[in-house]
C-alpha cells in the first residue's frame, strides 16, 4: 500500500480520502464540486492513470477515482479472494458510503466489468457512461466468444492461461513491484518518453512485497479459473442503462482488449453509443493520448448536461 500523502513528486497531488465501508481501508480521490465523475481503474494500474483527466474535469464536476482493494493507497487484506464479484461488491458499498447519484462512469480496463456490475445493482444512480479501453459488459450473449477470441489473440491473456497451467502465475505477479514496465509495455503503452523513475515508482509502489501483489494476482488468476462472475441486470435495470448516453473512446495499438472483440458488445447494449478510435494510443490510452481523451470526455458531458433553470 502507498503512503496516504504520497504524490510522486507532485505528480499526484490529490488528498487521499479512505472508507471503511468495504471492510478494509478504501482510499479514493474526491475533487472538485458538481455532477459526479467516477474513474474506475483495472489491472495493474490505480487512481494514478486518472490523474490527467481529474485535474481536467475537476473544475466543473466532482471527480472521484477510488483505488480497488489491493491497489493504489488501498488495503490489500488477507483472507479475501479479488475476483470481478468481490471488487463490484466493494464499489458498491464506496458508492451507498458516499451516497453518489448522478454518476458519470469512466471506466478502463477491468474497471469495465466492475461499473458495470455497479450500474446493474444500481441502475437509478448512473447517469452516462464512458468505456476507455475497457469491456463494458454483462454476463450477455456474445461475451463469452469475445473473451475467448480476444485471449487468443492477446499476449497477456496467453501467458495468464500458461502460466496459470505451469503453475509460474504466482510466482511472476508477486513480483509485480519489479516487472511493472514489462507488464505495462506487454499490454500496450505506446509513449516510452514518459517512462521516468517517478512515473515507474508511480507504478510499481503498490506492489513491494508480495503480500502486496493479491490485487494484481487476483485479477489474472480470477481470469484462467473462470472465477471471475459479470453481472446480469435484470429487465428494467437492462432498458434503464441502455439508454443511457454513452461513449467508447478506444486506443487501437492495445495488444490486450481488442476493439473488434469489444466495441460491439458496447453497440449492441448502447445502441445510440458513440466510438471514438484513437490510432496512436494503446491500452494504457488514458497514459498515450490524455489531451485528446479529456477533450472527448469534456464535450461528452457538456453535450449531454441537462441544464436546471
Not at 496516504?4 to 499526484?12: A, L, N, P, V
Not at 519489479?178 to 514489462?182: G, R, V
Not at 501483489?213 to 487476483?218: I, K
Not at 492495445?254 to 458488445?265: A, I, Q, S, V
Given at each position: 500500500m502507498i503512503p496516504?500523502?504520497?504524490?510522486?513528486?507532485?505528480?499526484?497531488p490529490f488528498a487521499p480520502h479512505f472508507s471503511a465501508a468495504p471492510g478494509f481501508n478504501m482510499h479514493y480521490v474526491d475533487e472538485g464540486k458538481g455532477p459526479v465523475v467516477l474513474c474506475l481503474h483495472g489491472e495493474p494500474t490505480w487512481g494514478y492513470l486518472f490523474r490527467h483527466l481529474i485535474r481536467e474535469l475537476s473544475d466543473t464536476h466532482r471527480v472521484i477515482a477510488p483505488d480497488h482493494m489491493g491497489f493504489g493507497k488501498s488495503e490489500t487484506p488477507a483472507g479475501r479472494t479479488y475476483w470481478l464479484q468481490d471488487h463490484i461488491d466493494n464499489l458498491e458499498k464506496l458508492v451507498l458510503d458516499l451516497d453518489l447519484q448522478d454518476i458519470t462512469l469512466v471506466m478502463h480496463d477491468f474497471g469495465g466489468p466492475a461499473g458495470m456490475g455497479l450500474a446493474a445493482r444500481h441502475p437509478g444512480r448512473i447517469s452516462r457512461v464512458v468505456s476507455i479501453n475497457g469491456p463494458v459488459a454483462f454476463g450477455q450473449p456474445g461475451l463469452q466468444a469475445a473473451l475467448e477470441a480476444n485471449a487468443r489473440e492477446s499476449p497477456w491473456f496467453r501467458w495468464i492461461l500458461q502460466a496459470a497451467k505451469e503453475e509460474r502465475l504466482k510466482s511472476v505477479l508477486n513480483e509485480s513491484g519489479?516487472?511493472?514496465?514489462?507488464t505495462l509495455k506487454l499490454n500496450g503503452f505506446e509513449r516510452n518518453e514518459l517512462i521516468t523513475p517517478t512515473w515507474l515508482d508511480a507504478y510499481g509502489a503498490p506492489f513491494p512485497t508480495p503480500a502486496d501483489?493479491?490485487?494484481?494476482?487476483?485479477w489474472?488468476?480470477?481470469f484462467a479459473a473462470g472465477a471471475h462472475q459479470f453481472e446480469h441486470p435484470n429487465a428494467a435495470a437492462l432498458e434503464k442503462i441502455s439508454a443511457l448516453p454513452a461513449i467508447a473512446i478506444w486506443g487501437t495499438a492495445?495488444?490486450?482488449?481488442?476493439?473488434?472483440?469489444?466495441?460491439?458488445?458496447f453497440q449492441s447494449l448502447f445502441r445510440e453509443g458513440e466510438?471514438?478510435?484513437?490510432?496512436?494510443?494503446?491500452?494504457?490510452?488514458?497514459e498515450d493520448a490524455p489531451d485528446a481523451i479529456g477533450e472527448l470526455i469534456s464535450r461528452f458531458l457538456e453535450a449531454t448536461t441537462v441544464s436546471v433553470i
Open positions: 496516504r500523502d504520497e504524490t510522486f513528486k507532485g505528480t499526484y519489479y516487472n511493472i514496465l514489462s501483489c493479491a490485487g494484481v494476482l487476483g489474472a488468476a480470477g492495445d495488444h490486450t482488449l481488442h476493439g473488434k472483440y469489444f466495441l460491439p458488445l466510438v471514438y478510435e484513437l490510432p496512436h494510443a494503446g491500452h494504457y490510452s488514458l
